[in-house]
């Protein structure tokens, strides 16, 4: 019996030695395809009259703070990949989470990004996404290190920086044709609200021609309203890119969206519209500046709320200077100015006026 006992031993252990090396080699695949990441962003802004509560307006959403040094974004960020998997998890903080996000379950205010995704075609790229992800309207993200300016523009602010649900992309062979199509909890949303609304979709389309050229179609449909079954908001996004040489950038982007005014019986359909222009002229491998200028027209304040007149039309106004310190570190300062139609701005002693005047300057750091 001793006998068998050894060699019945013998084979356990070769197994344990077997399944060691295993999990070893597994382990190692899993470290060799996560990545890790992180993202820091300072600021300090001044204002020509800032108000008590170092706050800047309500349709803002990033560079928030007043009067004082100040985060913007700190992300810790993991991603893993390989042939037919991926996923993102990344956990935020700052003034740009606690004003975007507030609205939101208080275990999710500090996610900027948790999903997985499947390769569900052998020959073709073809994904599909699951989770929180990044929104897929607009040209601006929440990192401010990848925008042409520092601050966002009126556009990006007003429209989803992120959504959750699920995404079917294709990228062309060639990586000059990108389709996706969504199936989303919202317009920004990481939770669905309570009560009987409809899923919403999207689709998104970039086309690049050629290394000059981006242009890039998105657009949302969802179920908006309180008060009815059905209440759609059709939003469009239109931008271009548009690079001649190593020197100079020109961005443009034009929005659209509808909704109707869910408050009156007969629903009249209510607009809005905004567009941008911008143009990066990079002075050496250093240092780079940007000028912007653009329009958002909410006529009916379907997006943006004036508390001091009936509805909100603004022009901005944009001058940004950028310097690289190095590889992972960015410095920038920009004075940016709003001006209105009407009176959307009050000073500290209380009286309104229709202009809005701000310097911000960031440190933003990558790793």
């Known amino acids: ?14 197994s344990l030695e077997i399944c060691a090396q295993t999990a070893d080699s597994s382990s190692k695949e899993i470290l060799k395809n996560l990545n890790l990441s992180g993202y820091l962003e300072m600021y300090v802004a001044v204002d020509d009259d800032d108000n008590n509560k170092h706050q800047r307006p309500n349709y803002l959403y990033n560079n928030t703070r007043t009067g004082e040094l100040a985060l913007n974004l700190g992300l810790l960020k993991a991603t893993w990949s390989n042939a037919t998997m991926r996923g993102n998890m990344a956990l935020m903080a700052g003034t740009y989470a606690q ?30 996404d699951m989770g929180i992800l990044n929104s897929h309207i607009g040209l601006e993200s929440a990192l401010g290190k990848d925008n042409p300016t520092l601050t ?56 690049k021609p050629n290394k000059k050229w981006i242009i890039n179609y998105s657009n949302y449909l969802g179920d908006e309203s309180v008060e009815s079954d059905f209440g759609p908001r059709f939003f469009n996004n239109l931008f271009v890119t548009y690079a001649p040489n190593e020197k100079l950038t020109l961005h443009g ?27 990066k002229w990079n002075m050496n491998k250093k240092c780079s500046a940007a000028a ?76």
């Open 99 to 128: 004003r975007n996000l507030a609205t939101e379950a208080e275990i999710f205010q500090h996610v900027y990004e948790a999903n997985v995704g499947l390769k569900i075609s052998r020959k073709r790229n073809w994904w599909l």
């Open 253 to 279: 982007a034009y929005d659209f969206g509808m909704q109707p005014d869910f408050s009156d019986d007969d629903w009249p359909m209510q607009q809005w519209a905004s567009w941008f222009a911008i143009a």
């Open 292 to 367: 912007r200028v653009e329009k958002y027209n909410d006529p009916n304040e379907v997006i943006v709320t004036n508390y001091y007149d009936d509805g909100f039309v603004a022009y901005g106004f944009s001058f940004n200077v950028d310097y690289k310190i190095n590889e992972h570190a960015l410095f920038r300062i920009e004075g940016r100015r709003f001006q209105t139609e009407n009176d959307a701005f009050e000073n500290r002693n209380g009286d309104l006026r229709n202009t809005y005047d701000g310097l911000t300057a960031c440190l933003a750091v990558s790793l």
């Open 1 to 14: 019996m001793s006998k068998y006992t050894f060699l019945l031993a013998l084979c356990i252990c070769k």
């Open 152 to 207: 966002r523009s009126l556009a990006a602010e007003n429209s989803p920086y992120y959504e959750t649900g699920f995404r079917a992309s294709y990228t062309s062979p060639n990586s000059k044709f990108y389709f996706a199509g969504f199936l989303l909890n919202g317009w920004q949303r990481i939770y669905k609200l309570d009560g009987d609304y409809l899923p919403a979709i999207g689709i998104q389309t970039t086309w």
